[in-house]
């Protein structure tokens, strides 16, 4: 068996190959002949037929300790659960809106360090850790939270406020006049967008989508799924989960659309409906999950960015968004300034502050210690309280030593219970010889430090057999990789000390299985 190692690192652009099944089959590397010159083409893009998005609604549980009325935090966890509307792109649609959020992308970067505000944007852009060196890894949100925390501890005898904000309902709330208006400022267009991008615009604005689930039930007696050597084939599969398992790649071909439209399953998205009544045109909102979704939200806030840096600035302060997260540092007397300057603004590009979700920390300097200590501020009371700690981008930060947050180390070990009961369950319900046999190789993958190295994958040779090849693809590693990264990049941290039971837990979970 021979293996081939393919040399360089391959450049990363806008062709994106997408494997969620869609209406009609999916795009191959070989694809890129046709449909570069197609994206390339503004008169074919201004006059471009987008196909309907399809929708789904994910569902993610939360819990979180509720501030009681006299501001001490209940022991209780309150139970919740988010909903959070996806839409899917076509596959030569999603390129096509790769290529313009690229356009938007390098135009959006020449703007930000035109008007100085590129080192508080941190959502959905490449920032390089150092900027002197050419092969240096891209900043996450493990060296976005150390900057702030950074900030903080480098600020010796001065009593600071770290001021959270959130931004309600985000994505849905984007006024598309003002939306406009930046997309025209970024690329210079004038006084109106030009055809290729007007299409663009339209079309992530006033869509159309299709409910997953009405597109599986009437195509799920003759769903495309792929077959070894590659063929595709018409086959029914039961429930809509089992897609991935069976190697789907389409719910139907292209040529179906026209009996999809004539069966009503497409919505409109153009138009406001309240109890059935027309209230005109839709006004706000883009679908949130689209390729160029993220770069729009970016350049939705240019303004906002730039009078909250200026503002925070002038205050020996730090500003930072991530996404519609929002952080505010500075000296502890600018607090009501500083709030009151993100409530009025945000209402100027037609969004509103979350006020339940708005946070108040105080970092008190103590002269003794030569450390700052974290206290919350209730909203309600006014009151401090020491019980509670700063968290930011997934962590948490007492003023000198930074954790990983509670609840993504309990997302993870309540991870590795469900895997090894879904494991022990699947090993018995099969019919193949490995029957009442768990696969261990995959669960030390995903939950041991085994897993946690990132590394290219081999992959089998499309017309050798015998043949594999060093791939362009990654094996990014499993949660302890990134509890390494946050180890090892952010100071005075205690992430070692939160994870030192995880090998334990793991072989516990393995002995039920193994002696059930």
């Not at 999950?289 to 730090?318: C, E, H, R, W």
Request: net charge positive; proline share 3%.
């Amino acid at each position: 068996m021979r293996t081939t190692v393919l040399k360089g690192k391959k450049k990363k652009d806008w062709f994106r190959l997408k494997r969620y099944p869609h209406v009609g089959l999916q795009l191959e590397q070989k694809d890129r002949v046709w449909i570069e010159p197609l994206v390339k083409n503004d008169d074919a893009i201004a006059t471009h037929a987008f196909y309907p998005f399809i929708h789904r609604q994910l569902k993610v549980r939360k819990f979180r300790k509720e501030i009681s009325h006299d501001g001490t935090r209940s022991e209780l966890r309150k139970p919740s659960t988010k909903e959070r509307d996806i839409y899917f792109s076509n596959h030569l649609d999603s390129n096509i809106f790769s290529y313009y959020s690229e356009l938007l992308g390098k135009a959006y970067e020449e703007t930000v360090n035109e008007i100085g505000i590129s080192e508080c944007v941190t959502a959905y852009r490449k920032i390089k850790l150092d900027p002197a060196k050419e092969k240096c890894r891209n900043k996450c949100n493990v060296d976005f939270a150390n900057d702030v925390f950074k900030f903080i501890k480098s600020s010796p005898d001065k009593d600071l406020v770290a001021i959270t904000f959130d931004i309600k309902s985000f994505f849905d709330n984007l006024d598309h006049t003002y939306l406009k208006r930046n997309w025209k400022r970024i690329i210079k267009s004038g006084t109106d967008l030009p055809p290729d991008h007007y299409n663009v615009f339209r079309n992530i604005t006033k869509f159309s989508y299709v409910e997953e689930s009405d597109l599986f039930d009437m195509f799920k007696e003759q769903i495309i799924v792929e077959r070894i050597p590659k063929s595709f084939k018409e086959i029914r599969i039961k429930k809509k989960n089992y897609l991935r398992n069976k190697r789907a790649v389409a719910y139907c071909s292209k040529e179906n659309i026209e009996i999809i439209r004539a069966k009503g399953l497409i919505k409109a998205n153009k138009y406001v409906y309240e109890d059935g009544i027309n209230k005109g045109l839709r006004k706000k909102g883009i679908p949130q999950g689209s390729p160029i979704s993220a770069t729009l939200a970016n350049v939705y806030l240019l303004d906002f960015d730039k009078q909250a840096n200026d503002l925070l600035k002038s205050l020996n302060g730090i500003y930072q968004r991530y996404s519609d997260d929002m952080v505010a540092i500075c000296p502890i007397g600018h607090e009501k300034k500083v709030i009151n300057h993100f409530l009025t603004t945000i209402k100027e590009c037609g969004l509103e502050i979350q006020i339940s979700k708005t946070q108040v920390f105080h970092f008190l300097y103590n002269q003794k210690l030569k450390r700052h200590f974290c206290n919350e501020k209730n909203l309600k009371t006014k009151k401090l309280q020491n019980n509670t700690l700063f968290e930011y981008l997934g962590f948490q930060f007492d003023g000198h030593y930074t954790l990983i947050k509670n609840s993504s180390i309990s997302g993870f070990y309540r991870k590795m219970n469900r895997a090894f009961t879904r494991s022990k369950f699947y090993s018995y319900h099969n019919r193949t010889s490995t029957k009442g046999k768990v696969f261990k190789s995959r669960l030390y993958k995903r939950f041991t430090q085994i897993g946690a190295e990132r590394r290219r994958i081999y992959q089998r040779h499309p017309s050798k057999t015998d043949t594999f090849f060093l791939s362009h693809k990654y094996d990014w590693g499993n949660f302890i990789t990134y509890a390494n990264l946050a180890k090892e990049t952010i100071p005075d941290n205690k992430i070692k000390g939160q994870l030192k039971k995880h090998w334990k837990k793991f072989h516990d979970l393995m002995k039920k299985i193994e002696y059930k």
